[in-house]
């Protein structure tokens, strides 16, 4: 059976270049980077040399890099870092609706603490609205945090227009760049962003490595308190490997961007195409024009998506659904939701993100299991076209 | 690793009695697309009140799908009180367990044989002790059901 994995926005498999890197980290370079002794100083290089290769890949200085265990604590530290610091001047942040839970459940705990808290809608397309970005600032705002590219639905918010309107105000401005890194050409200096979260994991590096950035000169509080590791910023003996990794990922990611960008896309259309066409009663949840270029989400009316994603399972393909059903929480995607979805279609909500091992025959594979999985769910379905919802 | 057992896979990739009825004596829905899932049950009941036939249509995940299967496997030829008697535990037991998060699918098909047995009652004037001050409309006020042991 053919295996196919289109779920690259969960994660990716570590490429082999990345990994032949990093191995000799576990073992015979294995030294403490805050030791004084020769393989402690080789650890601290190999870092280093991590930190400018993550600073390439975003156009940001190797001293505005500092490591984390993962985006989810980019994003936590981003958050908790500027409300502490600036609680004394105000306890209001502005971020959206549709952000990752490491930044929404952040804000709720904040919310718990005092702060007040804006969550901007989206449009039909998927993006957000300048104008009520701006409306919704006060003379308590301390930080507006907005998502790059969504994780959902692949859409490229404004995020230039948007770190402009917080800096006219002198406001802090965040964004979860988790998956737009090596998806999307990032400058920080354009982009005119304060700080930045991004994942080795999603770009073919290993799991358990993050990085924020954060602009020269910006403060904020320390999220991790403990030794001096990033330039005191992030305490924690730094996972060596795993930043040695995400360095090697981050130059492949910067070398090869255009070609990932392009292979991403012509597979995502095909696929696109495919099911639009073949497949009736389908449509595609967010704008296609500023997308991430892997990332197709597709509605299925009258099915379930973790019975869908189930029976794609037995034929070993891997995607991931907006399905309550699917989730610990029981809850539907809300990102579907504030991209005003009716509940009962979202259920049916697939997630197909392509990547650079992806082939024009996975795809054709992919699009004939579907039309197979589709018509059989449909068959059992109470519900169908004929009836309506 | 799978997210379900042995059996409920294989009453979800080989549902048994999928499909409707064309002379049903009892048709029962239950659930809503909102909420994730809604099934159909539909009966055939004979002269001695046994169910010779039952049919399911549902709109939902794997577990929903295999309870359908299940539940419809175990009334058929039943009698109807032996049908009313059953209950969403018996159907998880016989599904040698589901994931705690997916009891209410055994809720769901509990519900609707037995909204299919009230329907049928209703049509041919029978009384059940069982279905006495039934409301085949509550909401799913006991959605989770009982947890298999």
Redesign the interface.
């Known amino acids: 059976m053919r295996n196919v994995y289109l779920d690259y926005s969960a994660t990716t498999p570590v490429k082999d270049e990345v990994l032949q890197e990093m191995l000799p980290y576990f073992t015979e370079k294995y030294g403490n980077p805050s030791s004084l002794y020769d393989i402690g100083l080789e650890s601290k290089e190999a870092i280093n040399r991590a930190r400018e290769q993550v600073a390439a890949l975003i156009n940001a200085k190797p001293s505005e890099i500092y490591f984390t265990g993962c985006g989810t604590e980019a994003d936590n530290w981003a958050v908790f870092g500027t409300a502490e610091k600036l609680r004394a001047k105000g306890n209001h942040i502005i971020t959206t609706r549709v952000e990752h839970h490491a930044m929404l459940h952040s804000c709720a705990a904040l919310e718990k603490d005092g702060f007040a808290v804006t969550y901007l809608d989206i449009d039909k397309d998927g993006l957000i609205d300048l104008k009520q970005l701006e409306e919704a600032i006060t003379d308590k705002t301390i930080l507006i945090s907005i998502m790059l590219v969504n994780n959902e639905i692949g859409t490229i918010e404004p995020i230039k227009e948007a770190a402009a309107i917080a800096r006219k105000h002198q406001i802090l401005f965040h964004t979860d760049a988790v998956q737009a890194l090596g998806n999307v050409p990032i400058d920080v200096k354009e982009l005119g962003v304060d700080m930045l979260s991004v994942s080795a994991h999603k770009i073919y590096g290993p799991k358990g490595v993050g990085a924020l950035y954060i602009r020269k000169g910006v403060q904020i509080n320390n999220y991790m308190h403990g030794g001096a590791q990033e330039n005191r910023r992030r305490a924690g003996t730094e996972n060596v490997p795993g930043i040695v990794g995400f360095g090697k990922a981050a130059e492949i990611a910067l070398r090869d961007l255009d070609k990932h960008i392009e292979h991403s896309k012509k597979l995502r259309d095909h696929l696109r195409e495919r099911i639009l066409a073949e497949i009736p009663d389908t449509f595609v949840n967010g704008t296609m024009e500023h997308r991430h270029p892997g990332n197709l989400n597709v509605t299925f009316e ?6 869908i994603l ?2 794609l399972n ?1 034929l070993g393909i891997c995607v991931s659904t907006g ?4 989730s ?1 929480s ?1 809850e ?1 995607s809300h990102v579907l939701s504030a991209l005003g979805v009716p ?2 279609m979202i ?1 049916g909500t697939v997630r197909f993100t392509v990547g650079d091992m992806t082939t024009m025959e996975d795809i054709d594979y992919v699009a004939d299991s579907l039309k197979m999985v589709v018509q059989r769910l449909r ?5 169908n076209s004929a009836k309506g ?1 | 690793m799978a ?2 057992n042995d059996i409920v896979m294989d009453n ?2 080989n ?1 048994k009695n ?1 499909g409707e009825l064309e002379n049903p004596d009892g048709t029962g ?1 239950y659930g ?3 909420c ?5 049950i539909q009966i055939k009941v004979d002269d001695n009140d046994v169910i010779t036939d039952a049919k399911f ?6 577990s ?2 295999a309870s359908s299967s299940m539940a419809t496997t175990m009334i058929i030829g039943k009698k109807v009180e032996e049908a009313l008697a059953l209950t969403n535990k018996q159907i998880i037991d016989e599904l040698g367990g589901l994931p705690p ?2 009891i209410h699918c055994s809720v769901l098909a509990d519900k609707a044989i037995k909204n299919a047995i009230y329907d049928y009652a209703q049509k041919h004037g029978k009384h059940y002790e069982a279905l006495e001050g039934y409301d085949p409309n509550a909401d799913e006020d006991d959605e989770h059901g009982e947890e298999a042991e």
């Open positions: 009258y099915i379930e998506g973790e019975a189930l029976l037995q399905s309550a059903c699917s610990a029981l539907p509940v009962e259920h068959e059992i379905s109470s519900v919802w | 997210l379900y979800f990739l549902p999928v829905v809503s697309p909102v994730g899932d809604m099934m159909q249509k549902t709109f939902g995940c794997g929903a799908i998060v997916k």
